[in-house]
């Protein structure tokens, strides 16, 4: 069956970077996008953008753009999202998700890291 | 970019219908996608485009569509639907997803 483990709990200062792991298995891993998307106390889902594991492309939402970079690697079918210049209001759950092509919506979801960000 | 509204709750009793919807603009133009989230589980793909439904998802669950408003309905609600769903919006390629703020499912 498809599994998406996501790395553990993250606790960061601000303006430090924090990077989460996404391992795919159960699939062909190049064959389905990679979203990632968050949720922050209280608050609802927030999409940050997709990776296309086969060629690498990415597509960031526009709010995180300058700070996130999502990358993967094929060969321990792992996906990655980092992003930099933390601030208090990046605490959050932080989810990966496989989709289809086109990427319109996920099919299956991780468990989700918590990133906490405090000094 | 868009955004779609969901309201922040909905209450029934075992055995009602359940209906929440999701209203946007965009979705004259684009499709909504729904997901169930319960506490201490991941997020499950409940209905796809509209009014499909993945397999495995019981036929209890439906979506219909109207203008600029979906509606997801769940017929003969049991005490495991409760939890948090989710709608979800997008064109095909290089466009934002869009999410709802949820809507809390209470089963009295």
């Known amino acids: 069956q498809v599994q998406l483990v996501q790395s553990g709990a993250e606790v960061k200062k601000p303006g430090a970077s924090v990077k989460v792991s996404c391992e795919a298995s159960?699939?062909?891993?190049?064959?389905?996008?990679i979203h990632w998307v968050r949720q922050a106390p209280g608050q609802g889902l927030e999409w940050m953008g997709w990776i296309n594991p086969n060629s690498g492309g990415t597509l960031y939402a526009q709010e995180f753009q300058g700070r996130v970079t999502m990358t993967r690697d094929t060969s321990i079918s792992t996906a990655y999202i980092e992003l930099s210049g933390l601030r208090s209001d990046d605490t959050a759950v932080y989810y990966c998700?496989?989709?289809?092509?086109?990427?319109?919506?996920?099919?299956?979801w991780g468990q989700g890291t918590t990133v906490t960000v405090s000094s | 970019s868009h955004e779609l509204t969901q309201p922040p709750s909905v209450s029934v009793s075992p055995g009602q219908t359940a209906r929440i919807t999701c209203s946007g603009d965009?979705?004259?133009?684009?499709?909504v996608f729904w997901y169930k989230k319960k506490a201490g589980q991941a997020h499950v793909l409940i209905m796809y485009r509209d009014s499909q439904r993945p397999s495995g998802i019981s036929e209890r669950f439906s979506g219909s569509s109207s203008g600029t408003t979906v509606t997801l309905t769940i017929s003969g609600v049991q005490a495991e639907d409760e939890a948090v769903y989710y709608c979800q919006s997008a064109g095909i390629y290089n466009t934002p997803w869009v999410f709802g703020g949820g809507t809390k499912l209470t089963v009295l």
């Open positions: 159960g699939y062909t891993f190049t064959y389905y996008f």
């Open positions: 998700a496989r989709g289809g092509d086109p990427p319109t919506n996920a099919d299956d």
């Open positions: 965009a979705l004259t133009k684009q499709f």
